[in-house]
């Protein structure tokens, strides 16, 4: 899959894919993300792609011309790829967005910095994605955020099949469960008996019971609305019991 984003900090992209899975995703051929500057389509006088805010106040805004030809270079480049831009007002991302991203030939994806962008660019945009609901200095973190979201969706990104389908939220909706590793007495904590037992159904029953409660304690959000099947009503229930909560 291909992703090109479009930065005034080509580096901060490119830095980032230098190590890690994602590099190895690059090199290995099963992602490719290129960047373009604003800068590089700039006609003024030291490739100058910011101005101040028509009607006053702080900081600079991203400039329309530099931005609109930029983004049509990046649109002959990855034809077919639908333009994303970056801030804290777009649509919350989710994972069942990436998992639709991911069924796409590729994407282009626009990373705003100073105060925002020139309203004039929207639209040569197809939608305004948020990571969450804060301010950050730019779209640059958020953009890698995406593409390595995505990318671990890929076939052939992760060594095992289906490990990306096991974790947080993909089909459950649940948070994920608690994991241990050696040793298996560390102080005084010590592994839950069940994980050292080698009943793999008692295993899988006490995981999913864990990422149940851990999702209605922490995530009241996700909680609200959510359908139990009857196993996870028992699973529950068996867990409040043990609580004292009857
Ligand atoms: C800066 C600012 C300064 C004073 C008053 C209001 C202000 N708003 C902003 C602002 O939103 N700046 C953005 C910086 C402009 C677009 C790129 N920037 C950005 C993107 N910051 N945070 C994001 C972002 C993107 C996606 N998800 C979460 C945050």
Known sequence: M???????????IRGYLHEGVLGRAEGRGI???ETWNPRDFSQLPHQRVDDRPFGGGPGMVMMAPPLLACI????????????GYLSP??????QND???MAGRPGLILLAGRYE????RVMGAVDEEWSVGDYVLAGGELPALVLIEGVSRLLPGFLGHPGSAEEDSFSSSGLLDCQHYTRPERWNDEVVPDVLLSGDHRRIARWRHQ????????RRPDLWAGRILTREEEI???EADMAEGKY
């Open 2 to 12: 291909r992703f090109d984003v479009i930065t005034i900090f080509p580096g901060l």
């Open 31 to 33: 992602i490719r993300v």
């Open 72 to 83: 049509s270079a990046a649109r002959a480049a990855n034809p077919g790829a639908p333009v």
């Open 89 to 94: 007002q777009g649509k919350p991302l989710r």
């Open 98 to 100: 990436l998992q639709n």
């Open 116 to 119: 925002g962008i020139d309203e």
């Open 210 to 217: 864990q990422a149940l409660l851990r999702t209605r304690t």
């Open 235 to 237: 699973l529950l229930q």
